[in-house]
């Protein structure tokens, strides 16, 4: 009986600094699972902010068309208004965005052949286009603010921009634009952009039907999509 005290009493002893122990032990792991859960929360939320946020640029960086299509025609090879030469169209930022980048890979001025290539130009936004015939992905286009602009090629909250995307070169010495001579097929520059009509390509004519898409750096695809009428004006509202 005297041995059974001390020896109960020391493995009491044992058992209470096991336990505590294991006690430490479990207070350690919570602590780092804790911690874990916590870091894997803060990083889920960060990247769900990013995600919402870029959601939110590519929504406020878009454009929108205010307006018509209008068409004009021009003589080309087989007579007088026989074909689409250009298209011009007024855009806008939509939802009172972001600033959307209008640098413009061409110019017009209304002298000589038009449009006229700009060289190394550093454009953002590009227009494609597509018939039942061709899809080119990076067509010609020139650009003109209306209204009040703050003199740059950012397209800002309240400003309007005309796009002209070009089919054939317009030859502005020629004053009559129902002469065969007043428009031109497509010369490929050192770009690699051809037009939209090139030698021995397929021209726009009645009943034809065509689709652009603008596509700027950030924010939605604008397509535009019309139907050519049946005669030929040289003019015309694409409604």
């Known amino acids: 009986m005297s041995w059974n005290g001390p ?3 020391g493995a009491r ?3 209470g600094l096991e336990t505590a122990i294991i006690l430490i032990a479990f207070v350690v792991v919570a602590t780092v699972f804790a911690f874990t859960v916590l870091s894997t929360g803060v990083f889920s939320a960060e990247r769900s902010k990013e995600t919402i946020y870029a959601g939110l640029q ?4 878009s454009i929108e068309p205010r307006g018509s299509i ?3 025609t021009g003589g080309h090879g087989s007579g007088p208004t026989s074909t689409v030469f250009k298209v011009t169209f007024v855009v806008g930022n ?5 600033e959307v980048d209008l640098t413009p890979p061409y110019s017009a001025d209304a002298s000589g052949t038009d449009p006229d290539f700009v060289a190394n130009a550093e454009y953002r936004t590009i227009i494609s286009y597509t018939d039942r015939n061709q899809h080119l992905s990076d067509v010609p286009w020139s650009v003109d603010f209306v209204g009040e602009s703050s003199n740059d090629f950012l397209l800002e909250v309240g400003e309007k921009a005309e796009i002209t995307v070009w089919m054939l070169q317009r030859d502005y010495s020629v004053a009559d634009v129902t002469a065969a001579n007043a428009v031109t097929t497509w010369v490929p520059d050192s770009r690699g952009a051809h037009g939209i009509l090139t030698t021995g390509g397929t021209i726009l004519t009645p009943n034809d039907k065509f689709t652009l898409e603008v596509k700027p750096a950030l924010g939605s695809v604008m397509t535009l999509e019309r139907v050519v009428p049946v ?3 040289q003019i015309m509202d694409l409604k």
Not at 58 to 61: K, L, M, P, Q, W
Request: charged residues 25%.
């Open 58 to 61: 590519e929504a406020r960086s």
């Open 13 to 15: 002893g044992i058992t």
């Open 7 to 9: 020896r109960n009493a």
């Open 70 to 72: 209008i068409a004009y």
């Open 94 to 98: 939509s939802a009172s965005g972001a």
């Open 231 to 233: 005669r030929l004006d």
